[in-house]
């Protein structure tokens, strides 16, 4: 071969027209120009400063070499790929808190949780500019004789801009893996084996204790049913104030919240306890903040409260389980007159379809519908069907998924012998896993599906009828010996708040259908 | 079962006897009598016609008191006495099979929780059953929480069932709604008040004979005036529909907002399998992976 340069006008063609697919934004430094000479590509010379605008170091320093090999040294990564490091938000010496109780779901952020704690640093963020007497005035419900308030109003009079710490309190313990890009300043988890059942009493009266000494200036929950609702208000009820329930919108002073069961809109004022809607901010997306472990002084009297701001343990883990005195242990337990037992096994057939979590349905491709109700009795799902087998009366109506039957949200959805018309598909828009089984590869079921199975459907069920009952084997015997005995081990390792794993107490429906 | 139960909540009780002497006492001195069941209704709203009617919440607290078994039902209202608008609301839960409902004679603008609580401290309820929101005004559902916290009672929220009532050991069984149609199960020291759930048994029909044989009795409270006069300068508005979030692209450069733009939904193609083994290995694989068996 040659030494001869040839051209490729493709290639070329690619690589000056931005919006090909195949572009590649930032390429080489030095190519290859179109009669072969090698060219500079100036447009990837500098760097974005902080403003989003383009800045070229030509002072000569160390860096203003770097910054052409910084973009040559990245080669063909396409911008997408690129890790993008997001500025880190520091809250040095907070004038004030905002407190974002997360339902943290088996120890996950859900992305209700995402937004209140967008709306929180929202709040510690932009409330500089409002006065301080309103400030006082929204905080004087939480005064309750503390003297730490009136000091840092005066601290934030005299600095002029004031800026607020978000502090997450988590429940029990957190799986969570990126808590800094969530907007978390500081970070306080509550752990122990009291917070693996449900024991609203004891986390309000933590959260009491922490409001009265942080002294927080709004305290968020989100108004789920996963328990911030409920907490909210507790916690309202202990502070002798109220809460804003359904708030969807906050501007500045004036926040909106769904009144009369959603039917009205109410503006307000803003108030310090508040039970926000999903979707009430947009959740942190820019920033990465610090998420340090609040080093929480419960055993400290309340005069030493100004000092917090130096208590704070650097990049330390979640902090450890609070040490309790015996006296406050009794206190704790007599206080407690709620006590879980559990979750109670549930008929899946009972489960409103809308809400049910495994469904497994059936359409006109299922021959055996004995096989598919001992199938869905021994998987632990909820039935449905698709209009076809609703039509031939295999299914009662009620069952009938899909856009005129009813839209479900479960996590996992199997579809037997359904093609998928366009109402079923609408149905089932909102489920996380599909699994498709069916006799025709080119069916549009197949095409949602996360995992499809092409075959007799009988045939299929059958088998992963027999992998599920060899799977259970050992724990089937054991509750024929011993039915009781395994329900008592229910009533206190299921601690379950959430619902992520429903069909965790199915035993005794697979013991009925094995009798069926 | 039934057994272990008692025995475990009776050590409980003397347990914590000392501390809790007050209510020991008071469940000791009440216990010879049946459980004391108490129902707050409200007057609800349609959703789409706005007509007063029963509230739902309420209906289903009601359903629940009437299928307790060996319980005395009080079924009571706070609000103003002899409103033509009110009175039918009544009517309607008097035809679900009520001899009778108390109302708490207080006007609009007046407190009502002070009414109640004071009432309450009187009467000594065991368990008081309430809707979880109001279907009309500000409907921010503090008002069981406050009357917990007021009259020291336990508070459960959204409950769905009474499984068991035991005055004597001085606990109750609850079942309590969990999202996805679970349920749980807990245990609560009388007296309590208790939140209803929609997920609660469907309320009985209203039947008009009923209704007319019904009473409504109106009792005198003591009225205060709110403390809190913040709700004069409320702005209540229709509920204006909420925007849809928007999906945000920040791309920096004109190529990146174009492909998020005309980019198709990725990983359409999932998994086919041929194979009926295979197929069956890799669906138990996704089940358990996605933790529902």
Known sequence: MSNLYRRDPRAQWIARNRLHPLHVPEGQLVQRGPTGLLRKNVHTIGFIGPNGLKRIDRSGAA????????????????????????????????????????????????????????????????????????????????????????????????????????????FDAITEERLDITGIDRLVNFEGNEYQHYNPEQRCADLYKLVNQLNPKHVLFPDSIHGGADLGRRLAAKLNTTVASNVWKVNNNQIVCRGSAGKTDITRAITNIMLVLEECSEPVSDTRHECLALERPLEQSLNQLPNINTQYLPNQEPSPVLEQTPDQIVESISQQKITDLGNVSVNPNDINLAEAGFILSGGNGITDWDQFHHAAAILGATEGASRVAVDDGFMPRERQVGATGTWVTAKVYIAVGISGAIQHMQGIAQCEKVIAVNSDASCDMVKRADLSAIGDSQEILAALLTLVTEQKGEPKSDLNTDLKGDKNNQSTSTSDTSGQNPHQATPIHMLEALHA | MRKQTHSASTEINKNTEGLHNNVVKMVNTASKESVNVTVLVSVGEHPLSKRPRRAEQDARAIEIGLNLPGTQLHVMHAGAADNVQTNTVLKDYLGMGLPEIQVLNIPQEADNLTALTSNFTDS??????????????????????????????????????????????????????????????????????????????????????????????????????????????????????????????????????????????????????????????????????????
């Open chain 1, 63 to 170: 860096d203003s070499f770097e910054q052409l090999n910084r973009q040559s040294a990245q080669g063909s990564n396409s911008a997408a790929q690129e890790e993008v490091v997001l500025p880190l938000h520091k809250v040095a010496n907070p004038d004030f808190y905002i407190l974002v109780v997360v339902d943290g779901v088996s120890g996950r952020l859900s992305s209700h949780d995402r937004d209140t704690l967008g709306l929180a640093h929202k709040l510690a963020t932009h409330e500089a500019h409002i006065e301080n007497g309103v400030l006082a005035e929204n905080n004087a419900a939480f005064d309750k004789g503390i003297e730490g308030n009136e000091v840092r109003t005066g601290a934030g009079a005299s600095a002029g801009e004031r800026t607020g710490a978000v502090v997450a309190v988590f």
């Open chain 2, 124 to 293: 000594n309820p065991d368990i008081i059953l309430t809707g979880i929101r109001a279907e009309n005004g500000e409907s921010s559902g503090m008002l069981p929480y406050v009357l917990s916290e007021q009259l020291g009672m336990a508070l459960v929220p959204s409950i769905t069932e009474i499984l068991s009532v035991d005055k004597k050991a001085g606990f109750a069984e609850l079942l309590q709604a969990l999202p996805r149609g679970q349920r749980r199960k807990v245990r609560v020291k009388l007296p309590f008040v208790a939140t209803v759930d929609m997920a609660a048994k469907a309320p009985r029909q209203s039947a008009f004979g009923a209704a007319m044989r019904g009473k409504i009795t109106v009792v005198d409270a003591i009225a205060t005036a709110t403390t809190n006069n913040a709700n004069t300068e409320w702005k209540i508005t229709p509920a204006q529909p909420r925007p849809k979030r928007l999906k945000v692209v920040k791309a920096k450069t004109a190529a990146d907002r174009f492909k998020a733009a005309t980019a198709k939904a990725q990983g359409g193609a999932g998994k086919v399998i041929y194979n009926n083994q295979e197929a069956a290995d890799a669906i138990l694989k996704m089940l358990t992976d996605e933790k529902v068996l």
